[in-house]
Structures are given as structure tokens and as C-alpha cells.
């Protein structure tokens, strides 16, 4: 394996807020007994802490169409571990940030405004942010294109039309070159979107209905985040943390819980499964609910993709206890506990009874699990590698879009258009979550065979495992919808800053839509919503 050197620039990125982590080879890390540096003493034992669930965000103003939101991007001091201060990035101040409920057929403006300092305090750069709501059909101009970059002071609305079936999303940074730093830092968030079909099924709700954002890190000796990407490869740390809390222990009655499973790790995959060995079931996936809930004993996670599963505690006396664990994936960088995730305690109390099932039909097929080879147009070839040091999109890196004034495209699709897509990972060493922004599609196979049961529903994010071939499905847009460039990128997020991304462009492209120009962040204050 090929191990470039480092510039100046990427130097940086293995200090953050006064400490070192040593840029380590990374096929020489591939199993360690710890990578934070604080004393052990200051690392909880996992399943000690209490789980924490996110806060919702309230609305800021809302219309006949429309709910308004305020979201500030801020440096602050939390902890993470107990009586440890952290300075970390958070929407409204908080890691992870505030929950966004949204309705189908209500428009959403989500004010982001960037309240960051002018300069990262120790890694140098300057903390631009651009805000991708990850699994929203939204126009090039407010979808997180990386080129279009909010700076410290700056404000930005981003509009979402909410017209795609109900979904878990997520929020998150999307700035060019410092994703991973920021999202890293805690800049992500869920957005549920929900519609009639959802709100019509007798499964878990409410209290029962729970976001797991799944991530890692490492911690320096004063507490602050280590940052080491392992020349490029990807961050690995060394504590598992569910919605910001290490390890946590969540108590559960004997009933169905749904929970909203997110890879919010920069690079670290995971392989899940219940200590017992007790089947879940899968109901939905990236794009939103299956036509059938898949009973699966373990799914396997990437960077960025989503799974709704239930999990029933009714046979579980009260007492016991269950855990989440990590069997792990190839080439991650594993320490002492990153093969567990959290813990159920089952306990005696009293529950609502209601919406306590998982129906054997979930939902109509979603459009694009509907779709057939038959009807593709165009079958495109994509090859995802490392190529002299620079990880690439058939040869071609992010750098070389910007270099040709951003007009290089993977794809030309039209409006209405079906296409294949085959994404192959040759590499032994790296497993490739690929994101294609805008569209739901359909995995066709994984190397010539069935894709796995929890990928049996609509998704924007696929698993391209080492030596990998997979093929995609997917319709773009509709006679006269949305025209314009999109993103693809491989979602770990190290790859994606340096510079695995590329672009394609639906229909033709003009001001009315160009991602950067159309709708630029302001300075200023912003107008009062009345």
C-alpha cells in the first residue's frame, strides 16, 4: 500500500486544540489496545453512562406551506466524558444537534448560519460549512454542494421541498476539503420526515421511536477530540459513542422499539448485532419504509446509511440485559471496545400498548424498488481507487472538477431517465460507502448475487466492500422536475476531503440552478420571518 508523504496542510490535521496523535501506518493499527491518550482513569466503563436522546428543534415561524427554522453552527466546551471538558462544534450548541420533525407536503427553511471562529484553533483552517440534507430530492442550489461554502459570519436558507416519502435523514457539514473535521467535531444532526402511509402504521411511535446516531473518537490528554486520519485512510476512535454518549445503557419496557439506526462515524463501519443472538427486524432503509420488514439476526452499517429497525423486548424478563454489539468490518482500526455499541436494561414499567406491531406489509413498493433493468438507458462504469496517493472516481479526483471550472459530469441523464450504475472497488484495503445525491435507487446485486436482506429497500448510500462489484438502479427526477449538478462521493469522510468526489448534472445546466451561484450565503443580519 502506497503511504504519501504529508504536507504542511495535512500535518495540521493530526494536532487538534494543543495535542499530537501520531500519524501512524495504518495497516500497522489495524488492532490496538486504545488510541486516546487522556488517562484511562477519565474513560467511562461502557454500559455505565445513561442513554440521551437528541433534542427537537422548535419551530422558529410557520405558514400556510411552511415551517421556519434557526440553526447556529458554534464552537462550545461540552463533555462527552464525564467532568471532561471538550470543545467541540454543535448546531445550537449541542453534539449531536437538534432533531428536525418534518411533514410530507410542508416546505421546510432551515436557516443555517455560521457562527464558528474565523479560524480552527489549533488545525489552522478556516471552518467554512456547507449544510447537504443527506436523503432530501432538494435543488442543486440548497443541497450542500461542496463548492458552495458559508464562511464564519455568514448566513444561509436552505429550502427542502419535503415531497419524498417519509425517511429517516440527517443533517450534516458538506464543506470542501474539512467535512470530516466538521462533521468530526459534531456538526450532524437527524430530520425525520414522515406522511399519511407512515402515520397509518401500527408501529412504534412516539417515546418508542428512537434516533441512534452511531460514532467514534479519540480523546488527547486535555480532553480535546485527536484527530489522526491515518494519512488519509480514515479517523478510527477508540470510544463508540450513541447520540454523543459513550456506551450508553437505555432502559426499555417489554414492547417494540424502532430505532432509527445512523452511521454518523467518519469512516468506521459496523457490523450489528444483539448479544443473544435475537432477530430484529429491518422496516426501512435509506429512502424510506420496505414493502416488507426483513427479520435479520445482523446488518452491516456503512458511513452515512440509515436503518429503521424494531427490536422486541417482550420476552426479555424484566432485569435482564441485552447488548448492541460491533462485530467489526475488514480494515478497521480496532481497540479494546469498539466491539460494543450500548445496552438495553429491560424493566417492569408500565407501557403504552399502542402501536406495538410490525405489520407483514409495510408500505407500497417505493418507485424505485419498481424499477427493472429492462428499463435502463445508459450503463455507466465507476471505479472507485486509490491512484498515486489521491483516492479517485475513475481516475479523476474533486480537484480536477474545480480545476475545470466545474463543468466536468460523470453523467448527463435527462430528466425521466433510468440508468445502471456498476461501482466497483477493486482494493483489497478499503471498503467505499458511495453517495449519490438526489435520487433513491434500487441495489440490483452485489457481485452477480442478491443484494443483503437489510439492503431490500430504496437507498442513496451503498456499501462497496473490498473487491467489490455492485450495481445500482436508479430514476432521475421526472419529466420536468429538477435539472441540475449533484455530487457523488465516497462517504468516508477522509476520502471525500481528499478528493474521491465527482458530479453529474441532470438535464442542462444554467443560473437558475447552479449549486454555487444561484442562491450564495449572506453576510449580515438576517430578516425577521413574519
Not at 474513560?43 to 440521551?52: E, G, I, N, S, V
Not at 440509515?306 to 475488514?330: M, S, T
Request: proline share 9%; net charge neutral; aromatic share 10%.
Amino acid at each position: 500500500m502506497e503511504l504519501p508523504s504529508l504536507d504542511r496542510r495535512d500535518m495540521l490535521k493530526v494536532w487538534l486544540l494543543g495535542a499530537a496523535a501520531v500519524a501512524l501506518p495504518f495497516q500497522a493499527s489495524l488492532t490496538a489496545k486504545s488510541a486516546s491518550r487522556i488517562s484511562s482513569r477519565k474513560l467511562p466503563k461502557p454500559y455505565t453512562l445513561p442513554f440521551a436522546v437528541p433534542p427537537v428543534l422548535p419551530k422558529a415561524y410557520e405558514d400556510a406551506t411552511t415551517d421556519y427554522y434557526v440553526v447556529r453552527q458554534q464552537a462550545f466546551v461540552g463533555r462527552i466524558l464525564p467532568g471532561v471538558d471538550t470543545p467541540l462544534f454543535g448546531y445550537n450548541g449541542t453534539v449531536p444537534g437538534p432533531t428536525i420533525k418534518a411533514t410530507h407536503g410542508r416546505r421546510t427553511v432551515v436557516r443555517q448560519i455560521n457562527e464558528l471562529p474565523d479560524q480552527h484553533p489549533s488545525l489552522g483552517y478556516v471552518p467554512w460549512t456547507s449544510t447537504h440534507l443527506h436523503g432530501m430530492p432538494s435543488e442543486p442550489q440548497y443541497d450542500g454542494y461542496a463548492g458552495d461554502n458559508s464562511q464564519p459570519g455568514q448566513w444561509k436558507d436552505y429550502h427542502y421541498p419535503n415531497n419524498c416519502e417519509a425517511r429517516t435523514l440527517w443533517y450534516h457539514d458538506h464543506g470542501v476539503h474539512h467535512t470530516a473535521e466538521n462533521v468530526y467535531m459534531g456538526l450532524a444532526a437527524q430530520y425525520h420526515l414522515t406522511d399519511a402511509v407512515e402515520q397509518a402504521l401500527p408501529i412504534p411511535k412516539g417515546q418508542y421511536d428512537v434516533p441512534l446516531m452511531l460514532g467514534d473518537a479519540s480523546f488527547a490528554e486535555s480532553g480535546a477530540l485527536l484527530w489522526d486520519d491515518h494519512s488519509h485512510s480514515g479517523h478510527y476512535g477508540d470510544v463508540i459513542l450513541v447520540n454523543g454518549v459513550p456506551w450508553p445503557t437505555m432502559k426499555v419496557t417489554q414492547r417494540k422499539y424502532r430505532f432509527r439506526v445512523l452511521n454518523a462515524s467518519v469512516a468506521r463501519g459496523y457490523k450489528l448485532k444483539l448479544s443473544n443472538g435475537q432477530p430484529f427486524q429491518v422496516i426501512a432503509t435509506d429512502g424510506g419504509l420496505m414493502s416488507a420488514p426483513q427479520s435479520v439476526t445482523q446488518i452491516t452499517v456503512g458511513m452515512a446509511e440509515r436503518y429503521e429497525i424494531v427490536i422486541d423486548f417482550a420476552a426479555i424478563k424484566p432485569g435482564q440485559k441485552i447488548q448492541l454489539v460491533n462485530l467489526g468490518v475488514k480494515n478497521a482500526i480496532d481497540y479494546d471496545h469498539t466491539g460494543k455499541i450500548m445496552q438495553f436494561e429491560v424493566t417492569a414499567d408500565p407501557f403504552d400498548p399502542d402501536n406495538n406491531l410490525v405489520p407483514a406489509a409495510l408500505a407500497p413498493a417505493h418507485s424505485a424498488m419498481l424499477l427493472t433493468p429492462a428499463q435502463a438507458k445508459v450503463k455507466r462504469y465507476m471505479r472507485v481507487e486509490r491512484t498515486n496517493g489521491l483516492w479517485t472516481i475513475n481516475g479523476q479526483t474533486w480537484d480536477d472538477v474545480e480545476k475545470g471550472d466545474f463543468n466536468p459530469i460523470f453523467a448527463n441523464p435527462q430528466p425521466g431517465d433510468v440508468e445502471m450504475w456498476e461501482i466497483e472497488n477493486k482494493s483489497g484495503g478499503w471498503f467505499h460507502p458511495v453517495h449519490i445525491h438526489f435520487v433513491d435507487f434500487q441495489v440490483v446485486s452485489r457481485n452477480g448475487k442478491p443484494p443483503r436482506p437489510e439492503e431490500k429497500g430504496p437507498k442513496d448510500v451503498v456499501y462497496v466492500g473490498e473487491g467489490e462489484k455492485v450495481r445500482v438502479l436508479m430514476r432521475f427526477s421526472k419529466p420536468g422536475g429538477y435539472h441540475g449538478r449533484y455530487m457523488i462521493h465516497c462517504h468516508n469522510l477522509s476520502h471525500e476531503d481528499h478528493d474521491m468526489m465527482t458530479q453529474f448534472q441532470i438535464g442542462a445546466h444554467d443560473v437558475d440552478c447552479d449549486p454555487v451561484k444561484t442562491a450564495p450565503p449572506k453576510y449580515g443580519n438576517p430578516p425577521v420571518w413574519s
